[in-house]
């Protein structure tokens, strides 16, 4: 599987449990993305600096080949998957919390 596959199953899954398992509906809160695109800044940033100094490097045949800020498109997907997996499991357990 390539990182490109490998990071769009990680978002399908991450919307999968916000939306239906977890029922926490992140995706559908103004919150949720103004929050996103904070993090969206500080990722790129991020990024950037670890990819142009050839900190991390992705081989060509992995990835689609499409890069913002040095750094693969598919390291977008990823990042938004697992910021969406912890805020909804967060949300998820913060509320079975306090059921107890």
């Known amino acids: 599987m390539s990182y490109t596959q490998l990071a769009i199953s ?5 919307a ?5 398992l977890f029922n926490t509906r992140l995706l559908k809160r103004r ?8 993090i969206l800044g500080f990722q790129l940033l991020t990024n950037w600096w670890l ?9 060509p045949d992995a990835i689609i080949g499409f890069r913002i800020a040095s750094a693969p498109f598919e390291d977008l997907l990823f990042g ?19 059921r107890r």
């Open 16 to 20: 999968t449990f916000d939306l239906y």
């Open 31 to 38: 919150v949720f993305w103004t929050s996103y695109a904070i």
């Open 80 to 98: 938004f998957a697992l910021v969406l997996g912890v805020l909804s499991n967060w949300i998820r357990l913060d509320a079975s919390h306090k």
């Open 51 to 59: 990819t142009s100094r050839n900190i991390v490097m992705y081989s």
């Open 10 to 14: 990680a978002v399908v899954i991450a």
